[in-house]
């Protein structure tokens, strides 16, 4: 026990890279054993494997990051030449009769010296600034970040070496019967291609579906919050309505304030386009995705995701499902055989 502890401690701090690994030799196997097929070299076929994931990995990420700290840069840096806060109700209040005015006016009022879209430009602030620091601690972190980068990828590379080893080795030493170890086998491979396959490719194309929304409709910043959609739909319930609802009611709101007919209908066809397109990609391609092999409740999900995100990043929203699931596999286990001693009893 002490042995296990001490190397647990020793492991620890890589742990999360080990487990990306792990998730990523698992789905890249298939891929593994073609080329494998090809070359007929374990050694070159690890190796071009572990190349083409730097490159899936980094290429998109330094694109995307650069896109993201741009655009929340030039939202920061409008918002103060609009000086937002000072002018919203000239902007908006073009006539003094208007009841709507009339009634922001009369709110205001109760606030003693106090602008209320002062508020509101402080807050819209401290969003866009809360994204900026975030992308610095990540700069900042790079070091440590490619360590454990390094060791993700030497791991990759040896699991897909050494994969089918490995593999049987650790079926051997689960303390199961035979039928439930293939049972937790196919099971691990349903929950991982269907929280994969059916969550993260989803939710990518429900950020980019969202970004080319605000991107017609002329909403600023479109790549910032088809990014944050994409984040957004990973979790249960509420997803890219969180982005894309508020976006329309304020759409709505401004139109009706400016009696602006065109940003009314573009905050009506926004939300239609978002009911019907962005939140409807989920219901519609996650079965063909899945294919219905494999069933995880949403509450797992969620707190999967959550947790699994607390815990090991941003590989725990796939790490975090998979390991509830599996827990609830073993709990059928246990309630199978419990049932079967009970006959014997």
């Known amino acids: 026990m002490a042995i296990l502890l001490l190397a647990f401690y020793i492991t620890k701090p890589f742990l999360p890279a080990f487990f990306t690994a792990a998730i990523i030799a698992y789905?890249?196997?298939?891929?593994?054993?073609?080329?494998?097929?090809?070359?007929?070299?374990?050694?070159?076929?690890?190796?071009?494997?572990?190349?083409?994931?730097?490159?899936?990995?980094?290429?998109?990420?330094?694109?995307?990051?650069?896109?993201?700290?741009?655009?929340?840069?030039?939202t920061y840096t409008s918002l103060n030449q609009q000086n937002l806060g000072t002018n919203f109700l000239s902007v908006v209040c073009k006539e003094e009769s208007w009841m709507s005015c009339k009634a922001i006016k009369s709110f205001?009022?109760?606030?003693?010296?106090?602008?209320?879209?002062?508020?509101?430009?402080?807050?819209?602030?401290?969003?866009v600034l809360f994204i900026l620091q975030n992308v610095g601690d990540f700069l900042a972190s790079i070091p440590a970040f490619l360590l454990?980068?390094?060791?993700?990828?030497?791991?990759?590379?040896?699991?897909?070496?050494?994969?089918?080893a490995i593999a049987l080795r650790i079926k051997n030493a689960l303390p199961?019967?035979?039928?439930?170890?293939?049972?937790?086998?196919?099971r691990f491979h349903e929950i991982t291609y269907a929280v994969f396959y059916g969550?993260?490719?989803?939710?990518?194309?429900?950020?980019?579906?969202?970004?080319?929304?605000?991107?017609?409709?002329?909403?600023p910043s479109p790549i910032l919050w088809g990014f944050v959609m994409m984040l957004f739909a990973l979790i249960p319930y509420f997803g890219t309505a969180i982005v894309w609802l508020p976006a329309a009611l304020n759409l709505i709101f401004i139109g009706y304030l400016q009696n602006d007919s065109s940003s009314t209908i573009k905050g009506i066809v926004l939300i239609v386009y978002g009911i019907f397109v962005i939140s409807s990609i989920d219901n519609f391609l996650k079965p063909k995705i899945i294919g219905m092999k494999a069933n995880v409740h949403p509450v797992?999900?969620?707190?999967?995701?959550?947790?699994?995100?607390?815990?090991?990043?941003?590989?725990?929203?796939?790490?975090g499902p998979v390991m509830l699931a599996l827990l609830m596999t073993f709990i059928d286990i246990y309630e199978e055989e419990k049932a079967e001693l009970e006959r014997y009893f």
């Open 199 to 219: 969550n993260i490719s989803v939710a990518v194309i429900q950020g980019i579906f969202g970004a080319i929304g605000f991107l017609v409709l002329g909403i």
């Open 176 to 186: 199961l019967k035979a039928s439930h170890k293939e049972h937790v086998i196919q």
């Open 300 to 319: 797992l999900v969620l707190l999967g995701v959550l947790g699994g995100l607390n815990l090991f990043g941003f590989i725990g929203l796939i790490l």
């Open 148 to 164: 454990s980068f390094f060791v993700m990828m030497f791991v990759v590379y040896y699991l897909l070496k050494d994969g089918h």
């Open 27 to 74: 789905l890249a196997y298939p891929l593994y054993n073609k080329i494998l097929n090809y070359v007929k070299n374990r050694n070159l076929a690890a190796f071009f494997i572990a190349i083409l994931i730097v490159l899936l990995f980094t290429v998109p990420s330094v694109i995307v990051l650069g896109l993201v700290s741009k655009e929340a840069y030039i």
């Open 108 to 127: 205001i009022g109760f606030l003693p010296q106090k602008d209320l879209d002062y508020y509101l430009q402080v807050t819209i602030e401290k969003i």
